[in-house]
């Protein structure tokens, strides 16, 4: 079976640094886009960074600068290394595989909670 298994969530300070990882099994990693979403309380899921098989790399504006997207095909692994983390960076983390070829398929990983907080 698909399996996105995320780690490396918790609660950290503002100024602070976590490293999320995602391991893939069930699919064909290297012809996947990854990407990491974040859904804070009361608002939509959006994206913040992915990553393509060829390995360029997309940022959401807001982490521009502090968080790096990374992948180690041998492992079948996607990293999100998140640094000088702030309040509003708080929010369940979702990594996810996005198949850009025919047949098309996404699929999500549990998510990993994230807390920026004092």
């Known amino acids: 079976q698909v399996q996105l298994v995320e780690s490396g969530g918790g609660l950290v300070q503002p100024g602070g640094s976590l490293r999320l990882s995602c391991a893939a099994s069930?699919?064909?990693?290297?012809?996947?886009?990854m990407g990491w979403y974040r859904q804070a309380p009361g608002k939509q899921r959006e994206l913040v960074a992915s990553?393509?098989?060829?390995?360029?790399?997309n940022y959401a504006d807001s982490v521009k600068g502090r968080f790096t997207v990374s992948r180690d095909n041998a492992k079948n692994t996607v990293y999100l290394q998140m640094n000088s983390l702030k309040p509003e960076d708080t929010g369940v983390y979702y990594c996810?595989?996005?198949?850009?070829?025919?047949?098309?398929?996404?699929?999500w990983g549990q998510g990993t909670p994230v807390t920026v907080s004092s």
């Open positions: 069930g699919i064909i990693y290297n012809i996947y886009t």
């Open positions: 990553i393509t098989s060829g390995g360029s790399t």
């Open positions: 996810n595989a996005d198949r850009m070829i025919w047949p098309s398929a996404n699929y």
